[in-house]
């Protein structure tokens, strides 16, 4: 295997990684509670911490200031939105677990952020070659 793509795996690996830490280990109740109503801190802190994450993540990888600022915000405003929809769409089809719309909505939203990880992916290979 060559070395970039070793390396490229490895970034998938670290958005992968990333994404346990911002979405599972470092969400509160607060985060949750308010991912729901437009511009509730809650959300936009969660959000600010993929951003932050994945700043960290690209700095790693050399690409330059611009690129990597913009990745990072990009991502936090997307990953803001993305979960915003989703907390909407469920809130005002009452969805509980019990659901099988809940599940797919969920698996949708968790797609949806990975593909934007392909993506930030994609631009840090395209930047750097």
């Given at each position: 295997m060559s070395a970039e793509a070793?390396?490229?795996l490895l970034l998938l690996l670290g958005f992968q990684v990333k994404h346990l830490a911002g979405d599972y280990l470092l969400q509160t109740p607060f985060m949750l509670s308010g991912k729901g109503r437009y511009g509730h801190p809650?959300?936009?802190?969660?959000?600010?911490?993929h951003g932050a994450l994945s700043f960290g993540l690209l700095a790693l990888t050399?690409?330059?200031?611009?690129?990597?600022?913009g990745l990072?915000?990009?991502e936090t405003v997307l990953h803001y939105h993305l979960d915003w929809a989703k907390e909407r769409w469920l809130r005002r089809q009452a969805l509980t677990t019990a659901d099988p719309r809940f599940w797919l909505a969920l698996g949708l939203d968790q797609f949806l952020h990975h593909l934007t990880y392909l993506g930030m992916a994609a631009l840090v290979v395209v930047t750097l070659t």
């Amino acid at each position: 295997m060559s070395a970039e793509a070793q390396w490229l795996l490895l970034l998938l690996l670290g958005f992968q990684v990333k994404h346990l830490a911002g979405d599972y280990l470092l969400q509160t109740p607060f985060m949750l509670s308010g991912k729901g109503r437009y511009g509730h801190p809650g959300g936009l802190v969660h959000a600010g911490i993929h951003g932050a994450l994945s700043f960290g993540l690209l700095a790693l990888t050399g690409v330059g200031a611009g690129v990597l600022a913009g990745l990072a915000l990009a991502e936090t405003v997307l990953h803001y939105h993305l979960d915003w929809a989703k907390e909407r769409w469920l809130r005002r089809q009452a969805l509980t677990t019990a659901d099988p719309r809940f599940w797919l909505a969920l698996g949708l939203d968790q797609f949806l952020h990975h593909l934007t990880y392909l993506g930030m992916a994609a631009l840090v290979v395209v930047t750097l070659t």
